[in-house]
């Protein structure tokens, strides 16, 4: 399967406990970008990579979160002192750089970390 | 600021019948637009988009969405419902520069489709 991973696909955690998230991109991708999606919404944008650069956050991502990207490969999200309102399901996408009609790259989304606070 | 309404949280259709999800979008420029499908447990998938091309777009599965500049609309249409088109689906907007599209999502509307 060539397509996004992320791990866990799931995590309990009690509040105050500190979890980090994975993701591997598809392996051509250099961008990649993390979502937070909440019971009965749409994803919300977290945060982008380009290569190891972060290069845009989202004012969603409170200093208790962190992303890396070390290599411009895989990427973590860290949440620090997890709070009950942190439950949600995280996702990540990739996409590539190369040229595409209109200017637009799709996508890819792997398939979400859920998250529950206890 | 740009941002998606779906008008409905809910649709409900019977296999055979036409599907009509219902989008409005705000933008203060020409947006890119795109419909996303979600089935439980599988990743985002995207069904189709818009970025200025033809204004009726085609995607996968028989979907297709039409932009509609005076209506400030792109409502997803797909002529008969199949049973596996039961899903989440999300009308989102996106800013496009250098390939980079930072993507709004509208909240969804399940999509319910019975025998």
């Known amino acids: 399967d060539t397509g996004v991973s992320q791990d866990p696909r799931h995590k309990i955690t009690k509040r105050g406990q500190n979890v980090t998230f994975r993701c591997d991109p598809i392996?051509?991708?250099?961008?990649l970008y993390w979502y937070r999606q909440t019971l009965g919404q749409g994803p919300e944008f977290l945060t982008y990579?380009?290569?190891?650069?972060?290069?845009?956050k989202s004012r969603l991502l409170s200093d208790r979160f962190s992303a890396e990207r070390p290599k411009g490969s895989f990427s973590t999200l860290e949440i620090q002192r997890t709070e009950q309102g942190d439950s949600a399901m995280y996702l990540c996408?990739?996409?590539?750089?190369?040229?595409?009609?209109?200017?637009?790259?799709?996508?890819?989304f792997g398939p979400g970390t859920r998250l529950t606070v206890l | 600021a740009q941002s998606v309404t779906q008008l409905d949280s809910h649709v409900s259709v019977s296999e055979g019948t036409p599907v009509l999800l219902r989008c409005n979008y705000s933008?203060?420029?020409?947006?890119?637009l795109f419909w996303y499908v979600q089935h439980p447990n599988k990743g985002l998938q995207l069904l189709l988009k818009?970025?200025?091309?033809?204004?009726l777009v085609k995607g996968i599965n028989g979907f297709e969405a039409e932009f509609k500049k005076s209506e400030t609309s792109f409502h997803l249409t797909k002529p008969s419902a199949h049973m596996s088109d039961a899903a989440e689906y999300f009308c989102?907007?996106?800013?496009?520069?250098?390939?980079?599209?930072?993507?709004?999502f509208g909240a969804g509307t399940r999509l319910a489709v019975h025998p």
């Open positions: 990579f380009q290569n190891e650069a972060q290069l845009e």
């Open positions: 818009y970025t200025s091309a033809a204004t």
């Open positions: 933008s203060s420029y020409s947006p890119s």
């Open positions: 392996s051509e991708h250099n961008r």
């Open positions: 996408a990739s996409s590539s750089v190369t040229g595409a009609a209109g200017g637009y790259n799709e996508q890819f």
């Open positions: 989102v907007v996106g800013k496009t520069s250098g390939g980079y599209n930072k993507l709004i």
